[in-house]
Nanobody, 122 residues
Framework: QVQLVESGGGLVQPGGSLRLSCAASGSIFSIYAMGWYRQAPGKQRELVAA???????NYTDSVKGRFTISRDNAKNTVYLQMNSLKPEDTAVYYCNADITITTMRKRVNNYWGQGTQVTVSS
């Protein structure tokens, strides 16, 4: 009923930039918080950045000043601008969102995208 589709991952050199996008589609009534998580090999999935429907943001300490999360509510899309990338940013990045659907407007469900690989290497 709801899909989150990420795009924008790839291979980039240290110090470079990438912009991830995640578009939500389906029987959407409302989208609340949206966020980006990442999981590196052998590590737990961690929250990178999140944004509320009103635009309030929070970031994990390791990306503050380098990453920017934003959203376009008209397009049901969340973005992650990643600058000054480091090898330790290498991971699969996942989009996440709290969404209500048209047939159950009072129930908030949590959805995940399929993930997009970001590799930072020279």
């Amino acid at each position: 009923q709801v899909q989150l589709v990420e795009s924008g991952g790839g291979l980039v050199q240290p110090g470079g930039s990438l912009r991830l996008s995640c578009a939500a589609s389906g029987s959407i009534f409302s989208i609340y918080a949206m966020g980006w998580y990442r999981q590196a090999p052998g590590k737990q999935r961690e929250l990178v950045a999140a944004i509320t429907s009103g635009g309030s943001t929070n970031y994990t300490d390791s990306v503050k000043g380098r990453f920017t999360i934003s959203r376009d509510n008209a397009k049901n899309t969340v973005y992650l601008q990643m600058n000054s990338l480091k090898p330790e940013d290498t991971a699969v990045y996942y989009c996440n969102a709290d969404i209500t659907i048209t047939t159950m407007r009072k129930r908030v469900n949590n959805y995940w995208g399929q993930g997009t690989q970001v590799t930072v290497s020279s």
